[in-house]
């Protein structure tokens, strides 16, 4: 790695170091892991991370503080359109509830402040942990700029426009802390609109009064209350929950479903439409530079691809290259005719993920976006869409990403001696490796005692075999990893065996499992943001900002009381 961001904490190869709390902050300790370390991880990120060089070419701006303020130091925006745009997140903001932090934090912006911006879909009930981590990101960020001279405020952009119902209508909460329960709104609309749009029924009650049954904390569920009704659509319910949970910090909230935002945004749209020939063209010719580097396309592009949808008569339709003209589903629309549509009603039409962070940018002066893996990979190819339709690339960053870990969970951790990494391998795994830990200490010594006298003995064999057949060490090296597996194949049995002895070991191993790596995953991507601030308070969001501060390009395993 070239360059740290922030001049913290942990290489691509590194071990996790681990950082002072500041005292009285409720922090016990955090360690950085680097993403090198995590599963699923790409190439791509590795090195837009760690080898900066190397992916110059489709990150132009370094993911550091101090290439965001640079950048931050010579961005203009028009003063007009930041009235404008001021107006409208007014009006959205006093409609959700917002504190007269995010008031005063619109202000701010309308007299020339810059914006850190991060956003999610609008998931049920607030959606995964990583949403809070995502706000806490930009609201670190911000305050830093602002005390290093550059006047900054924290944005979180609701996706609203998505149009995946099925991917935000639900939600997991903990039961107990042995398993999840999967809470499913089944609440619907006509064709396919946008989810923002998707207004709640009377289900919804039923929904909240069982998350309120699991979550530890009445300010949260009163939250979850005012905030999910029937009658609010995923939009609305989701900005009012987080006009709530971030009510002190100063947290603009913007939902882009609107239609004088739409209006700000018309010539972007028909510049996209206009010039989406040679924009397919550029984004192709990307496609292929990532292929040729080594790298996946995030998003792929075909010959017929456009940056639009249609939301005429309220459903989401994908815009389609045909020739000089343009198709929405099976109808063939003129490109003149389209173009007219476009800055005539552009609330009908929204844009593609690979437009939206354009659209974001003309909408506000925009300095940095934190995203995750999936969004730094658009912006590898964004960046041909920035260049000729802003004139300008936006850097990004990655956001926070965080494993809390409470009192409970660091003692069973440290019980059984385990980190992180032993929980990637799956339940089974986890339970045998906790299994082993708790076996009689003789019986481990002789199991480690056994792999290493074979290891001592093939060493020995293979020596002297290179002085009488070298055709043999090979032959030798094999026998050797037979005799380790079948070691480690009896440890495993004897490991089992300790399990069904144990009972305890099982439900420690579910809980581990439940509240440290759920589905499969992160605690980020599946706990909800509602369960970490119900168990943890309001404080948590406040201990993350210090962990964020650290700007460590890492995984943290964040312990706190």
């Known amino acids: 790695m070239e360059e740290k961001a922030g001049g913290c904490c942990a290489s691509a190869e590194g071990v996790a170091t681990a950082s002072e709390p500041q005292p009285g902050s409720g922090l016990l300790s955090h360690d950085c892991i680097p993403f090198s370390a995590v599963p699923h991880t790409t190439s791509l990120f590795r090195d837009y991370l760690f080898n900066h060089r190397r992916v110059a070419q489709f990150y132009p701006h370094e993911p550091t503080v101090a290439g965001v303020a640079a950048y931050a130091r010579k961005l203009g925006f028009p003063a007009e ?264 009603a552009p609330e009908e039409f929204s844009p593609n993920v690979l437009l939206r962070p354009l659209m974001q940018d003309t909408l506000l002066p925009t300095v940095a976006y934190f995203g995750g893996p999936a969004e730094v990979a658009y912006f590898a190819q964004v960046e041909v869409v920035y260049r000729k339709l802003l004139g300008r690339v936006t850097p990004v960053l990655p956001r926070l990403s965080a494993t809390v870990i409470n009192s409970r969970m660091a003692k069973l951790m440290k019980r059984y001696g385990i980190g992180i990494s032993d929980m990637f391998h799956g339940a089974e795994q986890l339970r045998e490796v906790l299994a082993q830990r708790v076996m009689p200490t003789e019986l481990q010594h002789k199991f480690s005692a056994a792999g290493d006298e074979v290891a001592k003995m093939i060493a020995e064999l293979q020596s002297q075999l290179r002085v009488l057949d070298p055709t043999l060490v090979d032959a030798a090296e094999r026998s050797g990893r037979k005799m380790q597996y079948q070691i480690a194949h009896l440890s495993g049995k004897a490991a089992r065996a300790e399990l069904r002895r144990n009972e305890y070991l ?36 406040e201990q993350l900002m210090e962990v964020a501060a650290t700007h460590c390009p890492g995984h943290h395993m964040v312990r706190v009381e």
């Open 81 to 344: 359109r930041r009235a404008r745009v001021a107006d409208v997140l007014a009006r959205q903001n006093r409609a959700w509830g917002a504190g007269d932090a995010a008031l005063a934090a619109i202000d701010q912006l309308r007299k020339g402040a810059v914006a850190v911006v991060s956003g999610q879909q609008v998931g049920l009930l607030g959606g995964p942990f990583y949403s809070v981590l995502k706000a806490v990101a930009a609201l670190q960020l911000a305050g830093e700029l602002t005390a290093q001279g550059i006047d900054a405020v924290p944005v979180f952009w609701l996706a609203t426009e998505d149009h995946d119902l099925a991917e935000v209508k639900h939600a997991f909460l903990p039961v107990e802390g042995q398993a999840l329960e999967r809470l499913t709104s089944t609440s619907r609309a006509a064709g396919e609109p946008p989810v923002g749009r998707v207004k709640f029924g009377a289900e919804i009650e039923t929904l909240v009064a069982r998350a309120a049954e699991l979550l530890p904390n009445d300010g949260v569920v009163a939250a979850l209350r005012e905030s999910y009704r029937a009658g609010e659509t995923f939009g609305s319910a989701y900005a009012k929950l987080f006009a709530r949970l971030f009510h002190e910090a100063g947290l603009i909230l913007l939902d882009p479903l609107d239609a004088e935002l739409h209006a700000i945004c018309g010539e972007v749209m028909a510049s996209a439409a206009e010039r989406a020939p040679e924009l397919d063209a550029a984004l192709l010719a990307r496609g292929k530079e990532l292929r040729d580097a080594g790298y996946h396309e995030q998003v792929k592009v075909t010959a017929e691809s456009t940056l639009l949808f249609s939301l005429a008569g309220g459903e989401r339709k994908v815009l389609h290259l045909a020739g000089e003209d343009f198709m929405v589903g099976a109808k063939r629309i003129p490109r003149a005719e389209l173009l007219r549509r476009i800055r005539e």
């Open 506 to 541: 099982d439900r420690d191993a579910a809980e581990i499992l439940t509240l440290l790596f759920p589905e499969k995953g992160l605690q980020e991507r599946t706990i909800p943001g509602i369960y970490m601030l119900a168990a943890h308070g309001q404080g948590l969001v």
